[in-house]
């Protein structure tokens, strides 16, 4: 089986590991040098994201 295309954008992820705190391990060794944990936080908080996104737009829609 092949990896999959990211879904999320290189800003995004940069943008995500800077609010969780692991910006510099990432600019310093690279993606494969956080922690699964991290990964998983950053997976976490962008669905929390998104699911804020779309409570929003559909608050807007009624």
């Known amino acids: 089986m092949g990896r999959r295309r990211g879904v999320m954008s290189e800003s995004f992820k940069y943008e995500l ?3 969780l705190g692991f910006y ?9 040098a956080i922690r699964a944990r991290d990964a998983g936080n950053m997976v976490k908080r962008a669905i929390e994201m998104a699911e804020e996104q779309l409570a929003q737009q559909n608050k807007n829609q009624s």
């Open 24 to 32: 510099e391990t990432v600019k310093e060794e690279g993606w494969g």
């Open 17 to 19: 590991a800077k609010d």
